[in-house]
């Protein structure tokens, strides 16, 4: 949730359709279910430190031990409109954040009859939610996003999102503070958003007001049309800190400390956050996808939250790569462990199955425990298509263990005939042998889309 005005992430989504990602990762996943489910338990190794699960009364407010309403259109002596330039005037009326009776919170946006509206915005009490020294930090929660799209959606801007802690009572050191969006939504797109804002505005290392976000589809049901699990961990157990970003246990972006200087870096993290929920009608991100709210825009829609819940890891290393990914065999580009800007989508090519797509410059798919054996490997190997126009073109690159470190091999790529006209591609690589985590790099000088890819190997 910007506290300036912000623009979309990606080109691709707006020129194909997104389908939706299929994984299993660590995060405990939940699916598109109706039925109230209390947060699980933590895993082993991790410890609770914050919970609500929304049970109570019907009609009743927040537990404000845990919560804070924020009202009006702005924080006292803070930027008008939130920052973001959204209309709506934020209330601590059970119209607009109340508890359901079936363990769920509802933030409703409503519009009166002269055409004004109103929603709800909570914040935890709390502000000192961060990892401890070489642990980690989960904060998560299943959620539902307003069940509305189409025209009927315009202007709708769901958030579930963190502000660093001394942005409270401060409301004018955005970006340099940090935030976190773990999960935003706008005009009822079946898509997601999550977002690290940093640095300073505009432009700075974290490119804002856009910050560095990456986007996915829900997977299954819809985002709208169903219940899934938003997720971020904070990793200062990795080197370098890392702060990745997931939907039903599919991490889909993932930040890390070497993508900015080590100031700015700092000032973001180091400190507590407080956690928000809040429905935004209109605002600069809107803007971006249309605008809105208008008269085709139907209130009463509501941002449905079954639970939150913080939990924390104490010290320890991330075990090496496991070697578990033949160098040797195809492995499915859609199997990646992390990325950020991509999409899957199901491919035509021989076999079937899946490719990553909408790839342009500054995207990446990160591949863990490629064990290349101990006969080195000298030649890469990518099944590639690309429908880019206007003569535009890119590299696609092999890093190991590190996106900053130099490339082993690449490969430029033009337009091949089409999204779906693929060929196989092989470059000359440096010798590498052992175990190592492959990423997969694309830069370009356009900012178009320029390749799909499907799989990719190495060969000695």
């Not at 929304?54 to 924080?75: E, I, K, L, P, R």
């Not at 690290?196 to 505009?202: D, E, F, I, Q, V």
């Not at 200062?236 to 039903?248: L, Q």
């Not at 935004?280 to 209130?299: L, R």
């Amino acid at each position: 949730m910007r506290e300036t005005s912000g623009t979309p992430v990606r080109r691709g989504p707006l020129r194909r359709t997104l389908i939706a990602l299929v994984s299993v990762l660590s995060l405990a996943a939940a699916g598109a279910s109706a039925a109230e489910a209390d947060a699980p338990a933590p895993p082993t190794g991790w410890t609770q430190v914050f919970v609500d699960d929304f049970n109570g009364t019907a009609g009743t407010g927040v537990n404000t031990s845990n919560w804070q309403y924020a009202t009006g259109h702005g924080y006292p002596g803070g930027p008008a409109n939130w920052g973001t330039g959204e209309i709506e005037n934020m209330t601590s009326s059970t119209n607009n954040v109340a508890l359901d009776g079936a363990g769920n919170l509802r933030i409703t946006p409503r519009r009166d009859a002269a055409g004004n509206w109103t929603s709800g915005r909570i914040e935890t009490n709390r502000t000192d939610f961060q990892p401890p020294a070489g642990g980690k930090l989960r904060v998560q929660s299943r959620i539902q996003m307003p069940n509305v799209t189409g025209a009927a959606a315009r202007g709708y801007w769901p958030a579930f999102w963190m502000l660093g802690a001394p942005y409270r009572g401060n409301y004018q050191n955005w970006p340099s503070v940090g935030e976190l969006d773990i999960l935003e939504n706008v005009q009822g797109l079946n898509t997601v958003w999550a977002t690290m804002h940093c640095g300073t505005n505009p432009g700075g290392p974290c490119n804002e007001t856009t910050g560095l976000g990456g986007s996915t589809a829900c997977p299954g049901a819809t985002c709208q049309a169903g219940f899934h699990t938003y997720g971020m961990e904070w990793d200062r157990s990795t080197s370098p800190e890392e702060i990745r970003f997931y939907v039903d246990g599919i991490n889909y972006h993932t930040v890390r400390a070497n993508q900015v200087d080590a100031t700015t870096w700092s000032n973001a993290t180091n400190h507590g956050f407080f956690i928000i929920l809040n429905v935004a009608m209109g605002g600069g991100f809107v803007d971006a996808f249309g605008g809105g709210p208008d008269g085709a825009t139907v209130p009463g829609n509501p941002l449905v939250v079954d639970y939150v819940q913080v939990l924390q890891s104490a010290g320890g290393t991330t075990p090496p790569p496991t070697g578990n990914r033949d160098a040797y065999s195809a492995i499915q580009a859609e199997s990646f462990d992390g990325q950020s800007g991509t999409i899957t989508e199901t491919t035509t090519d021989s076999g079937g199955g899946q490719n990553i797509g909408a790839l342009a410059n500054g995207d990446w798919a990160l591949f863990r425990g490629v064990n290349f054996g101990s006969t080195a490997a000298r030649q890469f190997s990518a099944r590639v298509a690309s429908g880019v126009g206007g003569g535009a073109s890119g590299l696609v690159e092999v890093r190991l263990d590190s996106r900053t470190n130099a490339p082993i091999g690449t490969f430029a790529l033009a337009n091949t005939g089409g999204w779906q006209s693929w060929r196989t591609v092989p470059t000359n690589i440096s010798s590498v042998t052992g175990t190592h985590d492959v990423y997969l790099t694309f830069t370009s000088g356009q900012s178009a889309d320029f390749v799909n890819v499907n799989w990719f190997n190495f060969a000695r």
